[in-house]
């Protein structure tokens, strides 16, 4: 591939080889320089950043906002959301980044987050259990992504009975079908009416759960502080954002790390004989194969040089943290799995102000399906070639459409 950034945005890189083989077609991306130009998921042209010190510091650049306003009038397309559900932190500069970041935070506590340990490897031995009479598995569906689900709907508050909507709206989000897009239209009106349900619901009744905190931050200002608390849109979007966004990554994250270990069958077997060391190893997957290959959009609020680039203002701006991750002049042997590798400074979970909120919670989530998985079945291995494997094709999303699984 060549370097694009100075032919224009009329020249945009094939996309393919960033599809169809990413890791490959990042390493020779930064060979070539630091920033290209490439058309992006909404068919309009973006800056691609590859290179681990200019992703880092762009990540936490108060020059690129994240609030779609900066952007290039007709230069962006996104999902086309109502306010209610677009109303969210990856959608925020400060100060309202700041005041709503600092509002959840209060009801996503450490403690809240540690109590869903054991219910976390509870559900995972049930599923494991249904799994184990077969001898076989799909394990995205049958493990990873009701596990996932299952844990962020028991953090929120939800009932079991929603639960497999949630997933089929999740699904058309996702992973969109071009030939019937009425679908995912179909799919944002029942998440938002469900969603207001929800939380009508949850204010009538409220629960031991993160989402009627949030509502009890929503509606219990302290004298004084009304201004500086949740608006109803943003409370709506914020339980859309952790559970749509919780689940996707941390089934896919799953995935990825079992794939890892089962392409490395002595770090398999080394992990299966010391679980103790699974924290670090969560580490080493977020950088080797992060379920998020792509940062949120950016848009420069004024021209600016990335890389010794020139940006104009307002032009999306796409952060490689695969590319990143996988940066020799950082992470030395970047393709190899190494868990005893310098792990400070990985961007599996960003930088910035805009760090995951969820961190915490997605490391104990994979520390946990890991460790019940591996515990119980020693022997698991592939049940299909290698090759036939596939990821979803998509820039900003890194997960296996299925990986079937035997014993």
Known sequence: MQNTAETGPDA??????????????????????PVHRITGADGHPAWLVTRYDDVRRAL????????????????????????????????????????????????FTTGRVEALRAPARRIADELLDAMAERGRAELIADYAGPLSIA???????????????FLAWSDALITPDPSRPELMKEAIGAMLK?????????????????????????????????DDRLTEDELTSLA???????????AHLIGNAVLALLDHPDQLGELQRNPAELPTAVEEFLRFDNPYPVA??????EDMEIGGVRIPAGESVLLSIASANRDPARFPEPDALDRGRDL?????????????????????????????????????????PRGDLRHRRALRARGLISLPVAW
């Open 151 to 165: 844990v962020i709907c028991d953090l929120l508050g939800i009932p079991h009975r929603d639960r497999p909507d």
């Open 344 to 384: 400070s400074g990985h961007l599996g979970m960003g930088h910035g102000i805009h760090h995951c909120l969820g961190a915490a919670l997605a490391r104990l989530e994979v520390v946990t399906a890991l460790e019940a998985l591996l515990g119980r079945f020693p022997e698991l291995r592939l049940a299909v």
């Open 296 to 301: 949120i959009r950016r848009f420069p609020m």
């Open 60 to 107: 936490a650049d108060p020059r690129l906002s994240l609030d779609k306003r900066h952007a290039t009038p007709n230069g962006y397309r996104g999902f086309a959301l109502p306010p209610a559900l677009d109303a969210n932190l990856l959608n925020m500069d400060p100060p309202d980044h700041t005041r709503v970041r600092r509002l959840v935070v209060k009801a």
């Open 240 to 250: 859309f954002l952790i559970l749509f966004a919780g689940y996707e990554s941390t």
């Open 194 to 226: 469900f969603y207001t349900g929800l939380i009508a619901a949850k204010r009538a009744e409220p629960g031991d759960d993160l989402l009627s905190d949030l509502i009890a931050v929503r509606d219990e200002a302290a004298p004084g502080e009304e």
């Open 12 to 33: 945009p890189i094939d996309m393919t080889p960033l599809l169809d083989d990413p890791y490959a077609a990042y390493a020779a991306l930064r060979d070539a320089g």
